[in-house]
């Protein structure tokens, strides 16, 4: 595989096939689920990989774990340190403990206490800093100066976008008559390494991206061969507000047919709809695939589509009973 | 099997292998699920019957379906009624849709809408009644006079007995090792056929019930031999309100080595735990058994455990979004 060094450097089918043996006793081969009620009601046949049944509950346990897993001994004694506020700072955790090495995850100062809980109950430490972009790469400079710690970028690093592709690789291999495959796209890391393990196996089989429409920057910048930036925005899907890298952005220009978005209220409705008819408890960045099948359901009509559900750590805190 | 108009029958189990055979088209082979994390809060080992993922999101589709693939295309020509604001009403409906025969659904006429449209949705015909026990028996008296249709009880019917009895016979199938099965107890019909078929095929391994410490009619009825009453009450637990029968109280003083009962914080910190652990939507009746278990450590420490997770149909009208 090329170095995460190069700017560039992307996995290949063979790297993402060695990444699925490195993982293989540290993640789980997730369940593909099926819905009578939802094909009906989206009028194709729909395959979700569980992948909110994952480790840590989202897919990021398995690029963290085959990044971790593929450090040298002398360069894992010394550490990982990474930023995310979110689901891959808790699968770096994971991924360190399970190695037994030291992590540092650098968090803004105003992340939830849940978020941070997460990070520590693998053991690792939460360093807090500046919300803010320049404040947050400081303090990974800082760890990764201080305590030769390697940096594990959550999406920009080919050992990561490996992990994540095993996913797509799994659902493929156990079914190879699917049409299409979609995934969100968030930092691109997942539908990266997605469109190459898809791309490689089955090359009839297309690949698509899903997100918000309130944060576009991955369709736009699809579009226009350059990365995009995004304005402030809000999306309930906060997963997905990060935008591409050069490298993942030349990954979905290779293997992606095309980056489909949806409005805020399909991803509710999705949501919803996952909730009530499947019992399946998914974060909004992870029903946002399904919420573009449903405003896009001519254009996928009649078809058999895998659906990742990404992820499934839904803030209970946002969250209420209402006593009727 | 002895015929339902017999007060005490109860199926054997030749009878609930015979259900089996006779739904096994018609309803899922649910899946069994576990959780590293939630066992080690329990301090035992749990094995989840997923019957939250059962056609109309409840093991209530088992017993209805047995019942009326049962009755001969005579008695099933002229339909199919009872009484049931909740999970059996759909089951019924869905059952006798399955069959192609009318069905009639007695409800109060307070019933939620969304309750109404579960069972409409299966062309099953909703007559509404003054919400009393005596017009609900009078307007299912009525529909079966004027229509020909057989009543088919949620609970106290030997045919619905043995068809709940199924998913614990997959259960104990698919892991003949555990140390014990708990469902939870409302009428006893899941319990019921629950004893009956795991104290036949592995008569070492122990079988509970679970209910709230709100609602614990069938704890008392167990320790007096009489069917106890309930004084007016609130749980959030509403589907296990309802007391046992004759029959099923004989047939939890034969197999059931004890009830367990659980608070309503309880309850909800296991509905908590499913969603949050577990990423999966149990209604509140369904989180009972390990509410128990969170409750009572000491007893189950270090035990294999089967827990039937027994419907996943919350109201999310209750539920809501807090925008943060």
Same mark, same amino acid.
């Given at each position: 595989?090329?170095?995460?060094?190069?700017?560039?450097?992307?996995?290949?089918?063979?790297?993402?096939?060695?990444?699925?043996?490195?993982?293989?006793?540290?993640?789980?081969?997730?369940?593909?689920?099926?819905?009578?009620? %939802?094909? &009906?009601?989206? !009028?194709?046949?729909?395959?979700?990989?569980? +992948?909110? =049944?994952?480790?840590?509950? $989202?897919?990021? *346990?398995?690029?963290?774990?085959?990044?971790?897993?593929?450090?040298?001994?002398?360069?894992?004694?010394?550490?990982?340190?990474?930023?995310?506020?979110?689901?891959?700072?808790?699968?770096?955790?994971?991924?360190?403990?399970?190695?037994?090495?030291?992590?540092?995850?650098?968090?803004?100062?105003?992340?939830?206490?849940?978020?941070?809980?997460?990070?520590?109950?693998?053991?690792?430490?939460?360093?807090?800093?500046?919300?803010?972009?320049?404040?947050?790469?400081?303090?990974?400079?800082?760890?990764?100066?201080?305590?030769?710690?390697?940096?594990?970028?959550?999406?920009?690093?080919?050992? %990561?976008? &490996?992990?994540? !592709?095993?996913?797509?690789?799994?659902?493929? +291999?156990? =079914?190879?008559?699917?049409? $299409?495959?979609? *995934?969100?796209?968030?930092?691109?890391?997942?539908?990266?390494?997605?469109?190459?393990?898809?791309?490689?196996?089955?090359?009839?089989?297309?690949?698509?991206?899903?997100?918000?429409?309130?944060?576009?920057?991955?369709?736009?910048?699809?579009?226009?061969?350059?990365?995009?930036?995004?304005?402030?925005?809000?999306?309930?899907?906060?997963?997905?507000?990060?935008?591409?890298?050069?490298?993942?952005?030349?990954?979905?220009?290779?293997?992606?047919?095309?980056?489909?978005?949806?409005?805020?209220?399909?991803?509710?409705?999705?949501?919803?709809?996952?909730?009530?008819?499947?019992?399946?408890? %998914?974060?909004?960045?992870?029903?946002?695939?399904?919420?573009?099948?449903? +405003?896009?359901?001519?254009?996928?009509?009649?078809?058999?589509?895998?659906?990742?559900?990404?992820?499934?750590?839904?803030?209970?805190?946002?969250?209420?009973?209402?006593?009727?």
């Amino acid at each position: 595989m090329a170095s995460a060094g190069d700017a560039l450097a992307l996995p290949d089918l063979a790297a993402i096939r060695a990444a699925q043996r490195r993982i293989t006793a540290l993640v789980h081969r997730t369940p593909v689920l099926t819905s009578a009620s %939802v094909d &009906a009601d989206v !009028g194709a046949s729909l395959h979700f990989k569980g +992948e909110h =049944l994952q480790k840590i509950g $989202a897919f990021k *346990a398995r690029g963290a774990c085959n990044a971790v897993f593929s450090l040298d001994d002398a360069e894992a004694a010394r550490g990982v340190v990474t930023h995310s506020s979110g689901n891959h700072g808790a699968a770096l955790a994971y991924a360190a403990a399970r190695r037994g090495i030291p992590a540092w995850v650098v968090m803004p100062e105003n992340a939830p206490a849940v978020k941070q809980a997460n990070v520590r109950r693998f053991g690792a430490q939460v360093r807090l800093c500046a919300p803010t972009v320049a404040a947050r790469e400081s303090a990974c400079a800082e760890v990764a100066r201080e305590c030769g710690a390697t940096l594990i970028h959550p999406f920009d690093d080919p050992r %990561v976008i &490996a992990g994540q !592709g095993t996913a797509a690789l799994e659902l493929v +291999e156990d =079914l190879p008559e699917l049409d $299409a495959v979609i *995934a969100p796209c968030g930092g691109g890391g997942l539908l990266s390494g997605t469109a190459i393990a898809v791309r490689a196996v089955a090359p009839r089989m297309q690949v698509f991206g899903a997100e918000p429409a309130n944060a576009d920057d991955a369709a736009r910048s699809f579009a226009s061969g350059r990365v995009e930036t995004l304005a402030p925005t809000t999306t309930i899907a906060d997963g997905l507000r990060t935008t591409l890298s050069p490298r993942t952005l030349a990954a979905l220009r290779a293997g992606v047919e095309g980056i489909v978005t949806c409005s805020e209220d399909a991803i509710v409705a999705a949501m919803r709809m996952l909730f009530e008819r499947m019992k399946q408890v %998914v974060e909004p960045s992870g029903a946002v695939p399904l919420a573009c099948l449903l +405003e896009h359901r001519a254009r996928f009509a009649g078809l058999r589509i895998g659906v990742v559900l990404s992820g499934g750590n839904v803030g209970l805190d946002r969250l209420c009973w209402q006593h009727a």
